[in-house]
């Protein structure tokens, strides 16, 4: 059964960082395409940041573009995504999802990820 779980969300004053972190049991990524969603309370989930592990290609919304970094480690069993000069509008509950990398392009749309954490509230502070 895969199970993904995200830790490294917190409380941190505007242009602080954080440091997410997503662990896979029950498989590597080596297959999948993984990717970060955000969810705002009264909003829709939203994608920021993709990682695709054959080829090492990364997307990123525009809203997080050039402060926000997608990672994976040398096991592909973790997924790091690396947030820098973080603003109030960064505040959600961030999610780590995989889908397979036979998925197609569409990798902004949360329908095309089979398998999801449980989400960490990152906290913004103006």
């Known amino acids: 059964q895969v199970q993904l779980v995200e830790s490294g969300g917190g409380l941190v004053q505007a242009g602080g960082s954080l440091r997410l972190a997503c662990a896979a049991s029950?498989?590597?990524?080596?297959?999948?395409?993984v990717g970060w969603f955000r969810q705002a309370p009264a909003k829709e989930r939203e994608f920021v940041a993709t990682?695709?592990?054959?080829?090492?290609?990364?997307y990123y919304a525009d809203s997080v573009k050039g402060r926000f970094t997608i990672s994976g480690d040398n096991a592909k069993t973790t997924v790091f995504l690396q947030m820098n000069s973080l603003k109030p509008e960064d505040t959600a509950v961030y999610y780590c999802?995989?889908?397979?990398?036979?998925?197609?392009?569409?990798?902004?749309?949360?329908?095309?990820?089979?398998?999801w954490g449980q989400g960490t509230q990152v906290t913004v502070s103006s």
């Open positions: 990682i695709v592990w054959s080829g090492g290609t990364t």
């Open positions: 999802a995989a889908r397979s990398k036979y998925s197609g392009v569409s990798y902004y749309r949360p329908d095309t990820y089979a398998a």
């Open positions: 029950g498989l590597t990524f080596s297959n999948f395409d």
